[in-house]
C-alpha cells in the first residue's frame, strides 16, 4: 500500500517557540492531506484540509494563526504550530489522499509533541 | 464534526476468544472504514465497507454495515495477544472525503 511518512516522530520544545512538523507521500501523489491531533485516550479530532496550491481549510474551533499548513507540492505537507503551549501537546497525524487511492486515506505514523 | 459513538469504550478477552466492537454514526454516508492503533502509533487501516454493502469479511475480521440503524459491527474472531490495540470506525460522507472518526474500543487480548 502507500506510504506516508512524518517528521519528526517526536519533538520536545519550550513554551513560546514553533515546531514544524512535515507529512510526506512517499510512492504517490497527493491531492489532498488531513491534518489531525489526538490527545491521550481519545479519537482524532479533524484540524484542517489541506489541498495543493491552496490555502487549507480549517474545522471550527481550530486557529488557523496557530497551525500553520502549507501544502507546497503533491508530495510535502507541513503544519507549523506557532507559539508553542502546554496546552499544544499532543499527537499530531496526517493523512494523504489522492484520487487513485478511491476513498482509502493513507495514514502517517504521528508525531508526538511535548511542550514544557 | 459530529463524531460517531462506539462500544464497549474498553473490551479484555482471553486470547482465542472472539471480540465484537460496535460503531454508531448519525449521518448519510458513503462509506465506513475500521483502523487499528497500536500504543502511540499511527493507524492501519483494516477494512472498508460501502453504504450498499452489508457484511464484508478480510482474514479473521468480519464487518458488518446497517444503514437502516446507522450502525457498524467489528468482529476478530480467534483473537490473538497481538490484537490488542485501540479500534475506530471512521465514516466517509457521501460528498467530499473528510473521515469522522468514532471514540474508538481499546481491546486488549489476554494470553
Known amino acids: 500500500g502507500a506510504v506516508v511518512s512524518q517528521h519528526p516522530s517526536w519533538v520536545i520544545c519550550k513554551s513560546g517557540t514553533s515546531v514544524k512538523i512535515e507529512c510526506r507521500s512517499l510512492?504517490?501523489?497527493?491531492?489532498?492531506m488531513f491534518w489531525y491531533r489526538q490527545f491521550p485516550k481519545q479519537s482524532l479530532m479533524l484540524m484542517a484540509t489541506?489541498?495543493?496550491?491552496?490555502?487549507?481549510?480549517?474545522e471550527q474551533g481550530v486557529e488557523k494563526d496557530k497551525f500553520l499548513i502549507n501544502h507546497a507540492s503533491l508530495t510535502l505537507s507541513t503544519l507549523t504550530v506557532t507559539s508553542a503551549h502546554p496546552e499544544d501537546s499532543s499527537f499530531y497525524i496526517c493523512?494523504?489522499?489522492?484520487?487513485?487511492?478511491?476513498?482509502?486515506?493513507?495514514f502517517g505514523p504521528g508525531t508526538r509533541l511535548t511542550v514544557l | 464534526s459530529q463524531q460517531g459513538e462506539e462500544d464497549p469504550q474498553a473490551l479484555s478477552i482471553q486470547e482465542g476468544e472472539n471480540a465484537t466492537m460496535n460503531c454508531s454514526y448519525k449521518?448519510?454516508?458513503?462509506?465506513l472504514q475500521w483502523y487499528r492503533q497500536n500504543s502511540g502509533r499511527g493507524l492501519v487501516h483494516l477494512i472498508l465497507?460501502?453504504?450498499?454493502?452489508r457484511e464484508k469479511h478480510s482474514g479473521r475480521l468480519r464487518v458488518t454495515l446497517d444503514t437502516s440503524k446507522k450502525s457498524s459491527s467489528l468482529l476478530i474472531t480467534a483473537s490473538r495477544a497481538a490484537d490488542t490495540a485501540s479500534y475506530f470506525c471512521?465514516?466517509?460522507?457521501?460528498?467530499?472525503?473528510?473521515?469522522?472518526f468514532g471514540a474508538g474500543t481499546i481491546l486488549r487480548v489476554k494470553s
Open positions: 493523512s494523504a489522499w489522492s484520487e487513485d487511492s478511491t476513498d482509502t486515506q493513507y
Open positions: 510512492d504517490f501523489q497527493a491531492t489532498t
Open positions: 489541506s489541498n495543493e496550491g491552496s490555502k487549507a481549510t480549517y
Open positions: 449521518t448519510s454516508i458513503n462509506n
Open positions: 471512521a465514516t466517509a460522507p457521501q460528498y467530499g472525503n473528510k473521515l469522522v
Open positions: 465497507i460501502r453504504s450498499n454493502e
